[in-house]
């Protein structure tokens, strides 16, 4: 019931291909890591993997394929997702100024808040929802038995995989965010740069 050794072999390298290259998930974490510390970056790594189960038990389930069979839906995610990305992104810009109020309140924001946008930084991310759309399925053989079953171990192994590459980026993160938090002039510069990747990314995500 189960895809093959083979199969999961090649859905591992084809899957860790795709998590190293920089997304939005990669963003979040090491700016949360860099920002509040490795602690911060491995809550938003939890968040941004329950977002990843979530689209694995869609797959499983039929409800992916239903979004993607509609136009309508699968744009209102993609704009969404673009939406919650320039959300951030002035969250970002307004850290530029470290004294105010607000930035302090996103500086030391709650384990709950950072697990909740990662789970959702995951779940409106287009790259995400074509992956278990049109890129998971190609690795199911129904001669081995039930889909659902084959889907859901895939999107369990993408989780595991996932977990461990956002879980690094967010370690290393965390060990240069303490030198860069030394130097508030180094600090607003990366805020800012951090807030044009948001908008770039959520550029890319209404392109595709």
Request: proline fraction near 4%; charged fraction near 10%; aromatic fraction near 8%.
């Amino acid at each position: 019931m189960l895809p093959t050794t083979q199969t999961l072999l090649v859905f591992a390298a084809s899957t860790f291909a795709l998590l190293v290259v920089p997304g939005p998930s990669v963003v979040y974490v090491m700016t949360r890591s860099i920002e509040q510390g490795r602690g911060a970056g491995l809550m938003a790594m939890l968040g941004l993997e329950t977002g990843a189960l979530l689209h694995a038990v869609a797959a499983a389930t039929g409800l992916a394929s239903l979004l993607a069979a509609s136009s309508v839906a699968f744009s209102t995610i993609k704009w969404t997702g673009a939406a919650y990305l320039v959300y951030l992104a002035v969250r970002q810009f307004r850290l530029t100024s470290p004294d105010t109020e607000t930035d302090r309140g996103v500086r030391t924001s709650s384990r709950g808040r950072l697990f909740r946008d990662g789970v959702l930084v995951d779940l409106l991310n287009p790259k995400t929802c074509i992956f278990f759309i049109a890129f998971l399925p190609q690795f199911v053989d129904e001669s081995r038995g039930p889909a659902p079953t084959q889907m859901l171990a895939l999107g369990l192994c993408f989780v595991v995989l996932a977990g461990l590459c956002d879980g690094t980026y967010a370690l290393v993160s965390g060990g240069i965010g303490g030198r860069i938090g030394q130097s508030p002039r180094l600090q607003g510069r990366v805020n800012r740069a951090t807030g044009g990747v948001y908008v770039l990314l959520a550029v890319v995500a209404v392109s595709s």
